[in-house]
C-alpha cells in the first residue's frame, strides 16, 4: 500500500510506501527502501544550494581582498595545518600547480602567507599563515561556523553525527584514509 506525499522542499508529489516515516520537516524518510532517481536529483539539488549558502558569506569577505574559492581553501589547509608541504596542498585540494602557483603567490605577495625551506630537506616548501592570513582564515570559519551550528540545531538530535557520516561518506572511497588522517577531530574520534 503506498501514499501520496509532498515534499514540503521541493513541493514534488510522490508515493511512499506504508509503514515509511515522516519527521517533522514534511520529507518522507525511507528508512530501508533505496531513495527514487527523484529523491536523489532533489538531494543533489540540494546540496547546491547548501553550498551556494555556505559559502556566500566567505566569498563576500574574499571579494574585499580581490580573492576567491581557491585562496580560502589553501588558507584554510595552511591555517589547520602550519607547516604544509606545497606537495600535500596539491593532493588534498587535487588541482595543477599552476593553479596553485599563482594563488599562493597572491596571498604571499600580499603578506597572508609565507614559505620557507623544510628543515630536514631544503627543497621543499613548506607553508605557514602569516598572523594577517590567520585573521582573514579565522573570519572565515567564524562565519562557516555559525551557519554550521544554526543549521545542525535546526535539523535535530543526531544531525551533527549523521552529518559527519554522510559527508565522509560522499568523499572518494580511496581518499578516505588521507582525509581521515587530515582531519583527526578533536575529541579524538574520527571522520567515519
Excluded at 588534498?92 to 600547480?97: E, F
Aim: glycine share 10%; hydrophobic share 40%; charged share 30%.
Amino acid at each position: 500500500m503506498t501514499d501520496i506525499t509532498s515534499d514540503s522542499v521541493t513541493g514534488r508529489r510522490g508515493t511512499r510506501s506504508a509503514g515509511a516515516t515522516a519527521p517533522t520537516n514534511g520529507t518522507p524518510v525511507e528508512p530501508h527502501d533505496p531513495p527514487s532517481h527523484d529523491e536523489l536529483v532533489a538531494c543533489a539539488e540540494l546540496l547546491f544550494f547548501a553550498y551556494r549558502d555556505f559559502t556566500a558569506g566567505p566569498d563576500a569577505i574574499l571579494a574585499e581582498y580581490g580573492f576567491g574559492r581557491a585562496h580560502h581553501r589553501v588558507l584554510h589547509f595552511v591555517r589547520r595545518h602550519p607547516g604544509l608541504r606545497v606537495a600535500d596542498l596539491l593532493d588534498i585540494l587535487k588541482i595543477t600547480k599552476q593553479s596553485l602557483a599563482r594563488v599562493l603567490k597572491q596571498l604571499i605577495d600580499k603578506g597572508f602567507i609565507m614559505q620557507r625551506a623544510g628543515n630536514d630537506d631544503r627543497r621543499e616548501r613548506r607553508l605557514f599563515v602569516t598572523a594577517k592570513g590567520g585573521r582573514l582564515a579565522d573570519k572565515l570559519t567564524a562565519w562557516q561556523i555559525k551557519r554550521l551550528e544554526a543549521a545542525l540545531g535546526k535539523a535535530g538530535q543526531g544531525a551533527r553525527e549523521l552529518t559527519r557520516r554522510f559527508l565522509f561518506a560522499m568523499i572518494a572511497e580511496s581518499d578516505r584514509p588521507g582525509v581521515e588522517q587530515l582531519i583527526k577531530l578533536s575529541d579524538g574520534t574520527n571522520a567515519g
